[in-house]
Protein backbone atom coordinates (compact mmCIF):
# COMPACT_ATOMS: atom_id res chain seq x y z
CA UNK A 1 0.00 0.00 0.00
CA UNK A 2 2.79 2.54 0.72
CA UNK A 3 4.29 2.06 -2.54
CA UNK A 4 1.44 1.98 -4.48
CA UNK A 5 0.49 5.86 -2.22
CA UNK A 6 4.09 7.02 -3.07
CA UNK A 7 3.25 6.21 -6.86
CA UNK A 8 0.20 7.79 -7.13
CA UNK A 9 1.50 11.24 -5.33
CA UNK A 10 4.13 11.53 -7.52
CA UNK A 11 8.15 12.50 -7.91
CA UNK A 12 9.16 14.87 -5.51
CA UNK A 13 6.44 15.04 -3.00
CA UNK A 14 7.24 13.02 0.54
CA UNK A 15 5.66 10.53 2.68
CA UNK A 16 6.10 9.70 6.60
CA UNK A 17 5.85 6.39 7.46
CA UNK A 18 4.93 5.59 10.87
CA UNK A 19 4.92 2.50 12.74
CA UNK A 20 5.64 0.31 15.43
CA UNK A 21 9.34 -0.84 14.22
CA UNK A 22 11.54 -0.32 11.67
CA UNK A 23 10.09 -1.31 7.81
CA UNK A 24 12.74 -3.03 6.56
CA UNK A 25 11.44 -5.20 4.02
CA UNK A 26 9.61 -1.73 2.76
CA UNK A 27 12.95 -0.56 2.30
CA UNK A 28 14.36 -3.86 0.72
CA UNK A 29 11.39 -3.98 -1.42
CA UNK A 30 11.38 -0.13 -2.64
CA UNK A 31 14.73 0.02 -3.46
CA UNK A 32 15.13 -3.09 -5.73
CA UNK A 33 11.65 -1.74 -7.39
CA UNK A 34 12.86 2.05 -7.74
CA UNK A 35 16.90 1.60 -7.68
CA UNK A 36 18.47 5.29 -7.16
CA UNK A 37 14.73 7.02 -7.27
CA UNK A 38 13.48 6.18 -3.70
CA UNK A 39 14.90 8.48 -1.36
CA UNK A 40 14.63 6.90 2.20
CA UNK A 41 15.50 9.08 5.46
CA UNK A 42 14.65 7.51 8.55
CA UNK A 43 12.91 10.03 11.31
CA UNK A 44 14.21 8.10 14.14
CA UNK A 45 12.66 6.51 16.99
CA UNK A 46 10.35 7.42 19.77
CA UNK A 47 9.73 5.10 22.57
CA UNK A 48 7.77 2.27 20.38
CA UNK A 49 7.05 4.48 16.90
CA UNK A 50 9.22 4.44 13.88
CA UNK A 51 9.00 6.90 11.42
CA UNK A 52 10.80 6.96 8.22
CA UNK A 53 10.39 9.24 5.16
CA UNK A 54 10.22 8.39 1.74
CA UNK A 55 9.96 9.80 -1.96
CA UNK A 56 10.18 9.04 -5.25
CA UNK A 57 12.53 11.42 -8.16
CA UNK A 58 12.22 11.95 -11.23
CA UNK A 59 14.59 9.82 -13.44
CA UNK A 60 16.35 13.19 -14.87
CA UNK A 61 16.83 14.39 -11.65
CA UNK A 62 18.74 11.16 -10.23
CA UNK A 63 21.10 11.97 -13.65
CA UNK A 64 21.34 15.31 -13.01
CA UNK A 65 23.65 14.58 -10.04
CA UNK A 66 25.60 11.75 -11.71
CA UNK A 67 29.11 12.98 -12.40
CA UNK A 68 29.83 12.07 -15.96
CA UNK A 69 31.34 8.54 -17.14
Not at 4 to 13: L, N, Q, R, S
Not at 39 to 55: L, T, Y
Amino acid sequence: MVLATIEVVGTGVSLVIVGDREPAALRSLGGRRYGARLGWADRGRSGDRFAASIRLTAPAEIDAVRPPS
